[in-house]
């Protein structure tokens, strides 16, 4: 084992848009399966994924003043209306969040992609989590296998009277009912692992294959991870520090049958320069390494949180 990121009028061009059909100028064609979504659909269902889509900018920042205080405080290191608007995400659309944890991405996402939308929320592979050890305990993973099921319950508290349903799956146990449905996958700071474990069991592999499956033709696939710098020992930037190198990311998701369209630096923190000695845990909000040590947590709150990668991809 290794050592241990367009519009027509109304609703029925995002539907048609769905089904992956266009003319010859780009209108989205009506096909019978895009008429029979539309005949299933309410008027009240219609109308509301209709407001929804017309001021996204607006509902966004409706949504996140709503957030509590802890998660505003994380907006200046995290930066999530620039990264969803970055990556295309608008209300009524599909999202697989990968790695929901806590649901500080969900808890946004739900209101925001509204009635309409799915928030799919993706965890590691059952058969990964023992490679972590120590806090993996036979407890811990029994209660894994269940995650899906509550994760699900629990993020269905989170959706308020209009948020968007709620869906989850593990890597390699994914939903293929819903391959070529999804318009974003996000790995937000969730991809040092799946890298980290990739010899024990291509898990990185795996995640980006099913990512591919789930996302119709031209899907947005988004990352934000811990950067590390290409000039890095490559043993030390293999994700067991919690940072990848851009260069070995883009390489992988070509692979996978992904192209990078776009990059930003939204996400970027210049004071965050490690050592070959240090790991991402060592900044906010973790500080793993100063708990006991009142001057060196107080460096590493000055430095933030890490430098990240912002990399938009498409499926093709």
């Known amino acids: 084992m290794r050592k241990c990121s367009f519009l027509m009028t109304g609703v029925a061009a995002a539907l048609l ?3 992956g059909e266009n003319t010859a100028d780009g209108t989205p064609m009506e096909t ?13 269902e219609i109308a509301a994924t ?3 889509r017309a001021n996204p900018a607006e509902k966004l920042d409706t949504v996140l003043a709503a957030q509590d205080d802890a998660a505003k405080a994380r907006y200046t290191y995290r930066h999530p ?3 969803l608007q970055f990556f295309g995400v608008e209300p009524g659309m599909m999202v697989a969040e990968i790695l929901p944890g806590g649901g500080w991405y969900t808890k946004i996402l739900l209101p925001y992609l509204g009635e309409g939308g799915k928030v799919i929320g993706v965890d590691y592979s059952l058969a990964m989590w023992p490679e972590f050890g ?4 036979e407890a811990f993973l029994e209660n894994k296998k269940t995650w899906p099921t509550t994760w699900t319950e629990t993020a269905n508290g ?3 009277d209009e948020g968007a349903t709620v869906e989850a799956f593990a890597f390699g146990n994914r939903n293929t009912a819903l391959d070529g449905t999804v318009d974003t996958v996000l790995f937000i700071r969730a991809l040092h692992n799946l890298a980290r474990f990739e010899d024990e069991g291509d898990y990185l592999t795996q995640a980006i294959t099913d990512a591919h499956a789930l996302l119709k033709p031209g899907g947005i696939l988004g990352v934000v991870q811990h950067q590390a710098r290409e000039d890095m020992p490559d043993d030390w930037a293999d994700g067991s520090n919690g940072y990848l190198k851009k260069s070995d990311i883009i390489a992988k998701m070509e692979a996978g049958g992904f192209e990078l369209v776009d990059e930003s630096s939204i996400n970027e923190n210049a004071d965050d320069v490690p ?3 240090d790991g991402v845990w060592r900044l906010p909000p973790t500080l793993g390494t100063s708990a006991e040590n009142p001057e ?3 460096e590493m709150e000055a430095v933030g949180e890490s430098n990240r990668m912002t990399l938009k991809f498409k499926k093709v």
């Open 296 to 298: 060196l947590r107080s």
């Open 50 to 52: 209709d407001r929804q």
């Open 17 to 19: 848009s769905a089904c």
């Open 134 to 137: 120590g806090f993996a305990d």
């Open 158 to 160: 989170w959706r308020g």
């Open 81 to 83: 209306k620039e990264t």
């Open 275 to 277: 050592t070959a000695e």
């Open 32 to 44: 019978p399966q895009t008429e029979a979504i539309q005949a299933e659909m309410s008027e009240t």
